[in-house]
C-alpha cells in the first residue's frame, strides 16, 4: 500500500513543487468491503484527476507528489490530531473537536460529500492510528524533505497544492460575490505566502481567461498551515480547480472537456515552472 506517488525530474530546473493530497484513487478492499456506500460515492470526495492536470511537472523541472491512498480513507489536508469521536473509538468528546471534525471531515473522514456516512460502525483508535502512520506521516515528510531539497537547491521553495471544487460549493460563492470562480487561490490571507508569489501565479490563470478569486470559499487547510513559511523563503499556494472544466461530476470520469483543459493546466504548468526558474531569488530574501 503505497502512500505517494514522487516523480522527480531529471533535470531540477524550478523552486516550484508540485502536489495533489487528494486525488488519489487506490481503495484498500477491507475499506470498500466495511463501507455502506458503493464505490462511486465513496468517489465523490476525490479531487479526481488532478495529477493528472498537472503530470507535466517533472518534465519542467519539477517534482510531483500525488497521493495514492483516497481523501476518504486519510484525508492528508487535516491535522492528525482532528479526530472525530462520532467515527472512532476512544476519542474524548470533547477537546480535539472542530468544525471540520463536527461536520465528519477529520483527518480519517466520517463522511464524503453530500454529508454521506460512509460506515455503519466505528472503528478502534488503534485503526486510526495505524491509517496515519501508514499515509499521513509518510506524505507529509516527503513534501518537508521536498521543501528543504528545493530551499537548499534554489534558495527558496514554492508548493502548489493542487486540489479540486465541487459545483455544489461553488453556488454559495456565487451567491455571495457574483461569478463563480473557476480557481481559487489560497494562502492564508498571506500567511502562507509572499504577495509576490500569490498575484504572480494569479496573473498566470487569469492570462489563460480563467475567473481567479483569492481565499473565498477556501484559503487554504492544514498544507499550508504546516509548511507555509513565507519568512523562511517557503510558500505555500492552494490552488482549487471547478470541477465542471473538467469532470463529468455525477459519473467522477474524465469530461468531454478533459483533454483541452488539461492541455490548458499543462501551459499554466510550464508557466509556474518558468516563474520559479527565472525569479530565483523571488521573496527569498
Known amino acids: 500500500m503505497r502512500p505517494y506517488r514522487l516523480i522527480r525530474p531529471a533535470e531540477p530546473r524550478t523552486a516550484a513543487i ?155 460563492a456565487r451567491m455571495r460575490r457574483g461569478r463563480v470562480p473557476d480557481i481559487v487561490l489560497g494562502d492564508l490571507y498571506g500567511a502562507a505566502a509572499a504577495e509576490e508569489i500569490t498575484a504572480a501565479v494569479e496573473e498566470i490563470f487569469r492570462a489563460e481567461g480563467l475567473v481567479v478569486r483569492r481565499n473565498t470559499p477556501f484559503a487554504g487547510a492544514y498544507v499550508a498551515r504546516r509548511h507555509g513559511r513565507p519568512g523562511q523563503g517557503q510558500h505555500v499556494v492552494q490552488i482549487e480547480i471547478a470541477r465542471a472544466l473538467y469532470l463529468d461530476e455525477v459519473k467522477v470520469a474524465p469530461s468531454a472537456d478533459f483533454d483541452a483543459f488539461r492541455a490548458l493546466m499543462h501551459r499554466v504548468v510550464a508557466a509556474l515552472a518558468r516563474l520559479l526558474a527565472d525569479k530565483a531569488d523571488l521573496a527569498a530574501e
Open 18 to 172: 508540485f502536489a495533489s493530497p487528494h486525488s488519489g484513487r487506490d481503495y484498500p478492499s477491507d475499506f470498500l468491503a466495511a463501507s455502506v456506500l458503493s464505490p462511486l460515492a465513496l468517489r465523490s470526495s476525490e479531487d479526481a484527476y488532478v495529477d493528472r492536470l498537472i503530470d507535466n511537472a517533472p518534465a519542467e523541472g519539477a517534482p510531483l507528489l500525488a497521493a495514492c491512498l483516497p481523501r476518504a480513507y486519510v484525508d492528508l489536508n487535516r491535522n492528525p490530531e482532528d479526530l472525530d469521536p462520532r467515527l472512532i473509538e476512544g476519542v474524548p468528546e470533547r477537546g480535539r473537536g472542530n468544525a471540520r471534525v463536527a461536520a465528519g471531515l477529520g483527518v480519517i473522514p466520517r463522511v464524503v460529500a453530500g454529508g454521506r456516512e460512509i460506515r455503519a460502525s466505528r472503528i478502534s483508535l488503534q485503526e486510526a492510528r495505524r491509517r496515519i502512520a501508514a499515509v499521513h506521516r509518510p506524505y507529509h515528510a516527503a513534501l518537508a524533505d521536498l521543501l528543504d531539497e528545493q530551499r537548499r537547491r534554489f534558495g527558496q521553495a514554492v508548493l502548489f497544492d493542487m486540489h479540486s471544487m465541487p459545483s455544489e460549493a461553488l453556488t454559495a
